[in-house]
């Protein structure tokens, strides 16, 4: 395990009576599917290191009450969490509590309500306490009326619920929208010490999303740089620069298979497929299966070369040298993207973002999308339009403020919806040097080799620019038989506007680079 080396709240702990009486219950409970159906069920021992965080104080209090578990797949955490609501609902009952876990979709909910009816059901003891309605998803004590309800996210209208505990399962699903576990997490303030709130699932592949959020702060708490006893993270890891095909990392990030019922043989299968395919199926393995903070997608540029061209944008250079453009329009609810480029003297690329949307789609999108679009907005790196569409007399009047500021040379466009932009751009008396640039392979084949040969040679200065950086880890390129390629916005992961903005004008920069042969001194570009 990593990272979970310092647990304070231990210290606190005077009466483990609660800590036996959960793993007791837990050892009298049967498998309710899978192989071993029937069998009864046997904690781990890091699941009863997790069950010590219902120790109480000294003076009868819940020493935790926020408790975070990311461990990769197949861990058994929908048992753990099935374990967890029996406990809450039998053996340590309130009378009238409410007890909700909530998962991303429908499918997600009813598997964790599944796995806990199923173990109530198998149980005669429990059977005659708890009874289970199946439409409702819901279970209840027939003796003091406490309940669970699994909850999914697509039905938002939480407000109102007074929870005594709240688990979400698969935090990573919900992105970057902490509404809904806003709305949950106060929702217990009613119970004081005795609200308990968990977050349990694999990590997200994304810094911005509220799980990695939750993993960073119990890092921090864990190591000691942020001091918080009632708080409790458990983290099941690999670190980023283990050997991945090793299987003792594999057995040191899966507690599951140190325990037994996590098979090394599938591991093994999944392992090796992952090295014959490559690509998204290695992310995919670092992701799900050793539970690393890693894309599982395919992306079109990997993080690690992204990154490395994370170096400051100068805007001198863009009053000092040429500047060229790519503009991609977009549907009136949509993401448009200008993006200018411009060489500095060493033969370097400095790129500057704008993104457009509609202000009063922010928060849908936002859901939708499931990326920071309000935050995005309020840090001023996407510009919002009025209403709830792209005016394209608004983005004509913004093209010529910046057209102003800039020795705009070209600016190729995607010719989608052109016809409008240029309507505009008459009635406001401006003239900028478009060129249509097709979006087939054959015409977006060189954005593509240019903008890959600039990233490899570490010649980009893009500033981490977080609409941008996103665009770029959501893209997908389509190859044809000839090898010409294309961005595909249809089967990329989300938005990739800005993306393909930057690849055109990379291009048109590229372009005029090599027809003159020199950067902005006279120096030879590349090598």
């Not at 007074?162 to 929702?187: K, Q």
Request: aromatic content about 8%.
């Amino acid at each position: 395990m990593s990272k979970t080396d310092l647990h304070p709240w231990r210290d606190k702990i005077v009466d483990w009576g609660p800590v036996d009486e959960l793993i007791t219950l837990g050892n009298s409970l049967k498998q309710p599917d899978g192989l071993n159906a029937g069998q009864p069920l046997v904690i781990a021992d890091f699941q009863k290191l997790i069950a010590e965080c219902f120790g109480r104080d000294i003076n009868g209090d819940r020493v935790v009450d926020r408790i975070l578990i990311t461990v990769p797949r197949k861990n058994a955490k929908t048992a753990l969490i099935a374990i967890i609501i029996i406990y809450m609902l039998a053996v340590e009952p309130i009378s009238y509590a409410q007890h909700y876990s909530i998962a991303f979709d429908r499918d997600q909910a009813s598997i964790i309500f599944k796995y806990a009816r199923n173990m109530i059901l198998m149980s005669e003891e429990l059977s005659g306490v708890l009874s289970v309605t199946d439409s409702l998803k819901l279970i209840t004590n027939v003796v003091n009326g406490s309940t669970f309800q699994s909850l999914s996210s697509e039905g938002r209208s939480k407000h109102g619920k007074s929870s005594r505990v709240v688990i979400v399962d698969e935090l990573h699903a919900f992105g970057p929208d902490d509404e809904l576990l806003s709305i949950m997490e106060t929702s217990m303030g009613a119970y004081g010490k005795e609200g308990l709130f968990i977050i349990i699932g694999t990590q997200s592949a994304s810094d911005t999303s509220v799980m990695s959020q939750w993993v960073d702060y119990a890092i921090s708490v864990n190591d000691g740089t942020i001091k918080d006893d009632s708080f409790a993270g458990f983290i099941w890891s690999a670190p980023d620069d283990a050997d991945i095909w090793d299987e003792e990392v594999w057995y040191d990030c899966n507690p599951g298979m140190q325990a037994g019922f996590r098979s090394i043989e599938e591991m093994r299968k999944t392992a090796e497929r992952a090295k014959e395919l490559g690509g998204a199926k290695v992310a995919q393995f670092r992701n799900l299966y050793l539970n690393q903070r890693v894309d599982a997608s395919n992306p079109f540029i990997d993080k690690e070369t992204w990154l490395g061209n994370n170096k400051p944008v100068d805007l001198e250079v863009f009053k000092k040298y040429p500047v060229y453009g790519g503009l991609d329009l977009s549907r009136r609810g949509d993401l448009t993207a200008l993006v200018l480029s411009a060489v500095d003297d060493k033969g370097d690329l400095h790129v500057m973002v704008f993104c457009w949307t509609p202000h009063d789609l922010l928060k849908q999108h936002q859901q939708s999308d499931k990326a920071p679009y309000l935050q995005w907005a309020e840090d001023g790196f996407l510009e919002t339009t009025p209403g709830r569409s792209i005016g394209y007399d608004w983005v004509a009047k913004r093209l010529a403020e910046i057209d102003s500021e800039f020795n705009i040379v070209n600016i190729n466009f995607d010719r989608w919806k052109i016809e409008e932009l240029e309507r505009e751009l008459d009635k406001e008396g401006v003239i900028l040097p478009l060129t249509p640039l097709g979006q087939g392979y054959k015409d977006f084949s060189p954005c593509i080799d240019d903008l890959e040969h600039v990233l490899a040679q570490g010649k980009l200065h893009h500033d981490a620019h977080p609409v941008l950086t996103w665009a770029i880890s959501n893209t997908v390129v389509d190859q044809d038989p000839a090898g010409n390629r294309k961005m595909n916005k249809q089967k990329s992961f989300n938005r990739i506007d800005p993306a393909v903005a930057l690849a055109m004008s990379i291009h048109g920069a590229m372009v005029s680079v090599e027809e003159q042969g020199l950067s902005g001194e006279g120096e030879i570009l590349f090598i």
